[in-house]
């Protein structure tokens, strides 16, 4: 286990202008999972290969175990990766394939033998090590991947989108037996997706990327409840948080199709602006009861999507498609005009030019409560 410590790390490829990752600073706690987190050509994959060493950064600096590696060949940094592919070499079987990089080392026999048969246990793939990798499934490849990296026994866990070839349900399945893998092993473990779910369900700590420059470094729980900036805001949380743009007066937000009223928080966070940008997520937008209209949004409805225990909608608010969760019960149809409402307390407010947040929304005294 070791603490992994990025100071202002920077890289730039020969030819461009632009930095591919741009003053990333970061340190882990000893043991923990971090994911970085972003859409493709963000910087996050370059990230994790410049921790590897198999990119050069050329800015800033890089510790492991409080060691600069700085110019420290791959194999001399103690760490394992895990890639998308298996890359399993199909002539060897499952215990050579896991073995394969401690032969290299010159391990003793004996001691290669106790570590493949733990990790096998570990990861419940004792029956299969005399298999060859063409007589395995996807998730059971994914298995033996882990388990050569496993074996090395590490300071650091590299993987690198290590689940993008499994099929839906494997990957739900995968991912908790990663998790179970890390709380049992603990061993800080660095993990790159451009999957949010992957990256709330997993990850201790979420480094969101856009461009090559981190955006926000937090718990799940709160870049979900109050993102840095819009774009956090707009990247976590399946579906996507919606926005609108609105005018500030007497204490309510106004726009096209929409009034909604303020708190006093709210009140306090806009305080001398003329407009500002809205974000609501879909949960806690929903169809309007009685006669309060503090806080109203009317609509066309353009999609039903009855998902089981929920409904999803979206509807049309002045040029905005509004996405919004509703009871299964509630029948609602294509082409119906709908009225929508939201607490205030659940509104995040953003600057409409920087896209810094103004407010998110604090869960504290509910979690305190709970």
Same mark, same amino acid.
């Given at each position: 286990?070791? +603490? ?17 990752? /741009? ?19 963000? #910087? ?18 890089? /510790? ?49 033998? /106790? ?8 990861? %419940? ?6 298999? /060859? ?8 490849? @994914? ?7 496993? +074996? ?16 839906? =349900? ?9 998790? =179970? ?22 990850? @201790? ?50 726009? @096209? ?14 305080? #001398? ?42 509807? =049309? ?17 294509? %082409? ?23 407010? #998110? ?10």
């Amino acid at each position: 286990m070791a +603490v992994v410590e990025l100071s202002k790390v920077g890289k730039q490829y020969p030819g461009s202008d632009d930095l591919a990752v /741009k003053d990333f600073n970061l340190v882990t706690e000893d043991g923990e999972f971090v994911v970085l987190v972003g859409p493709s050509g963000c #910087g996050k994959t370059t990230t994790m290969r410049m921790i590897a060493g198999l990119e050069e950064h050329t800015q800033g600096a890089i /510790k492991i175990g409080g060691r600069d590696v700085t110019g420290v060949a791959p194999k001399d940094r103690d760490i394992a990766m895990v890639f998308q592919s298996y890359a399993l070499y199909p002539h060897m079987t499952v215990r050579d394939n896991m073995a394969f990089s401690l032969k290299l080392k010159k391990y003793d026999k004996a001691d290669i033998k /106790k570590r493949v048969d733990e990790a096998a246990e570990v990861l %419940g793939i004792t029956a299969l090590l005399d298999r /060859k990798p063409r007589a395995l499934s996807g998730g059971q490849r @994914q298995r033996v991947a882990l388990g050569r990296a496993i +074996v090395r026994q590490p300071q650091v866990f590299l993987m690198d989108e290590p689940l993008s070839n499994l099929d839906a =349900k494997l990957r739900v399945d995968m991912r908790a037996e990663i998790v =179970k893998l890390h709380r049992k092993l603990g061993v800080t473990t660095f993990y790159v997706t451009h999957d949010q779910t992957e990256a709330m369900t997993m990850g @201790q700590r979420i480094a969101v990327m856009k461009d090559g420059i981190v955006q926000q470094i937090d718990s799940p729980n709160n870049l979900y409840e109050k993102p840095a900036n819009e774009f956090v805001a707009g990247f976590i949380g399946t579906p996507s948080m919606n926005f609108v743009d609105a005018n500030i007066s007497d204490n309510r937000l106004s726009g @096209q199709d929409f009034g909604l009223a303020l708190d006093e928080p709210r009140r306090e966070a806009v305080a #001398g602006r003329g407009r500002v940008r809205v974000g609501i997520r879909p949960e806690h937008l929903h169809l309007a009861t009685g006669d309060d209209r503090t806080c109203r949004m009317y609509g066309k409805v353009e999609v039903v999507e009855p998902l089981g225990s929920l409904t999803m909608i979206q509807a =049309k608010v002045g040029e905005r498609t509004l996405t919004a969760q509703i009871e299964p019960h509630q029948q609602v149809s294509m %082409g119906d005009h709908v009225t929508l409402t939201c607490a205030p307390d659940k509104l995040y407010l953003f600057d409409p030019e920087s896209g810094d947040a103004l407010i #998110g929304i604090d869960n504290s005294q509910h979690d305190q409560a709970a």
